[in-house]
């Protein structure tokens, strides 16, 4: 653990600096998983931001690479993980979609996720998947219809990625169990 001293000024370019090293330690031979904690002021709380740092690294494994907790959303971190009472929160249906979507390669929730980055634009999140826009009205209407949830509305929308982004957090520990940290 390296507990860093920030100022505004340095702040910001720390990731970005720490990746640029990690890369050039990685091209000489010695690969590493760099995690990084948010901002916290005061030797109080380290513990909490070694806690946090622990979290993305244990979350990410032993992949090589940096991982700042700052540049991801809320959401994402609090769906870093797989957990099983917020699996228990899903209804079943949304789970079986998820599954059977993934056995199929993902089309619909990459079209879906697609859809929320671009503000629930489909036009848009059609141009940014290379489909037609009917392609990916025919794809939402899909997983309307396979989970029975209306998507228009946030909380059917959230449970839907939230259940994916579990089992992408499910997925990535299974791989990763027998690997050394």
């Known amino acids: 653990m390296l507990v860093v001293p920030l100022t505004g000024a340095l702040e910001a370019p720390l990731a970005s600096r720490l990746g640029d090293a990690q890369r ?26 070694y806690r946090e740092a622990n979290t993305i690294r244990a979350a990410r494994g032993s992949t090589p690479g940096v991982s700042a907790l700052s540049e991801l959303s809320a959401f994402e971190y609090l769906t870093l993980r797989a957990n099983p009472t917020a699996s228990r929160l899903i209804a079943p249906a949304v789970h079986d979609f998820v599954a059977q979507d993934a056995k199929e390669g993902g089309p619909l929730i990459a079209t879906l996720r697609e859809y929320v980055a671009c503000d629930l634009n489909a036009r848009r999140a059609a141009e940014n998947l290379h489909i037609h826009v009917n392609t990916a009205h025919y794809r939402l209407a899909r997983i309307a219809e396979r989970t029975g949830l209306d998507l228009r509305r946030v909380g059917d929308l959230t449970d839907i990625l939230i259940a994916a982004r579990l089992a992408d957090a499910e997925l990535f520990a299974s791989h990763n169990a027998d690997r050394p940290n």
């Open 24 to 49: 050039r330690l990685a091209d000489g031979g010695l690969s590493l998983a760099v995690a990084v904690s948010t901002t916290v002021s005061g030797l109080a709380n380290v513990p909490d931001a």
